[in-house]
Structures are given as C-alpha cells and as structure tokens.
Antibody, heavy 119, light 107 residues
Framework: EVQLVETGGGLIQPGGSLRLSCAAS????????MHWVRQAPGKGLEWVSV???????YYADSVKGRFTISRDNSENMLYLQMNSLRVDDTAVYYC?????????????WGQGTMVTVSS | DIQMTQYPSSVSASVGDRVTITCRAS??????LAWYQQKPGKAPKLLIY???SLQSGVPSRFSGSGSGAEFTLTISGLQPEDSATYYC?????????FGQGTKLEIK
C-alpha cells in the first residue's frame, strides 16, 4: 500500500528548531518529486518545499533560508528541518508526492503533523 | 508567482443539485491544474488532474474543464458526503500555488 506518515510535530518556542519526518511505504521517495505543504489553523493550503528526484530543492519565499528539505533514500524517508521558527509557521504540515512521472498533482498525502510555535 | 483566485468562497446546495466552482490563474497555466477535496481534520484528496482527468476511485459526478487561465470544477448530483472544502492548484511552475478554497455546504 502506498502511504506517507509524518511525525515530529509539537510545541516549540519562537526562534526554535524542529525536524519533521515522513516515512514512505509502497514507493521510493528517491524516484519521485516529494513536497511539504502546510495549512495554518482555519486557513488554506500553502506549498512549502520540494525535493526533486534528482536531488534539487526549491522553497517558498516564506521559508527560504530557514527550512531545509532532505531525504534518506536507504530509509525511504523525507525530512523538513525547520530553524528560526516564527509564530506564523504554526500549521499542520503534510508531506505529499507528485503523481509518478507526471509531476502535475499531489496524489498521495500523509495525515499531517501539527507544529505550534508559541511562547 | 502565479496567483490562483477561486470563487465562490462558499456555496450551499441541496442533494441532487449541480454545483460549479471557478478558478482563475493570474497567467496561463496550460493544462497544469488540479482540484482537491478536503474534509475537516483530514488531508486533502486529489480529485482531478490535468484540468479534466479523474483520479482513480473518484466518482464520475466530479468533472473539470477549462483552459489557459480559467477552470471549473463541477459536481453533478450532489451527495451528502460531498460536503467539504475544495481547492484548485497550479502545477505549471514553482512555487506551486493553491486557490483560497471553496466551502461547500449541503443543505
């Protein structure tokens, strides 16, 4: 079964760091474009970052320089290292993948992990 | 960045009705348009990709159309389980952007 499971969310103070993990099963993260998408409480969806199958990365301006996306091919894991966290980073964070070989829509989503940035 | 404008922001309809949601891109995005359904507390679910292609397992009452910069999601024969928020999303370029969402209420 194709599945994504996120972990690592929690309550963190402004300026702190957190690493989110996403365990993939049923497919290889290394062969896909993998993304993080977030949703602030009561708000819409916001794309955060992508790691291409070739290893390149891209970030939303709102997180550039603070967040780092990475993957471990041997463990079939996706990560999001979040530094210098701000109150407005509070959101549910989803990992998701592009449709294989098409990169045109997110067809598999995790259940999400909540990150709360507050003092 | 490509801005996606969705309307209406909310709509209320009855079981059996037909509902149309519109999404406009700030520039042409060819066929790189997807639609998602999200229910409270759940992850989004892909409904339609490439403007009009139905994702596997999605009921045929969902359909998409459009081209260039204006697109529509139509739900024909509304069912109670269609109550959700719907988002459009462009995959033409990064950053991928979503519409602000349309909340569909079933009367």
């Amino acid at each position: 079964e194709v599945q994504l499971v996120e972990t690592g969310g929690g309550l963190i103070q402004p300026g702190g760091s957190l690493r989110l993990s996403c365990a993939a099963s049923g497919f290889s993260v290394s062969n896909n474009f993998m993304h993080w998408v977030r949703q602030a409480p009561g708000k819409g969806l916001e794309w955060v970052s992508v790691i291409y199958s070739g290893g390149g990365t891209y970030y939303a301006d709102s997180v550039k320089g603070r967040f780092t996306i990475s993957r471990d091919n041997s463990e079939n894991m996706l990560y999001l290292q979040m530094n210098s966290l701000r109150v407005d980073d509070t959101a549910v964070y989803y990992c998701t993948r592009d449709r294989e070989r098409r990169h045109d829509a997110f067809d598999v989503w995790g259940q999400g992990t909540m990150v709360t940035v507050s003092s | 960045d490509i801005q996606m404008t969705q309307y209406p922001s909310s709509v209320s309809a009855s079981v059996g009705d037909r509902v149309t949601i519109t999404c406009r891109a700030s520039q042409g995005i060819s066929s790189w348009l997807a639609w998602y359904q999200q229910k409270p507390g759940k992850a989004p679910k892909l409904l339609i990709y490439d403007v009009s292609s139905l994702q596997s397992g999605v009921p045929s009452r969902f359909s998409g159309s459009g081209s260039g910069a204006e697109f529509t999601l139509t739900i024909s024969g509304l069912q109670p389980e269609d109550s959700a928020t719907y988002y459009c999303q462009q995959a033409n370029s990064f950053p991928r952007t979503f519409g602000q969402g349309t909340k569909l209420e079933i009367k």
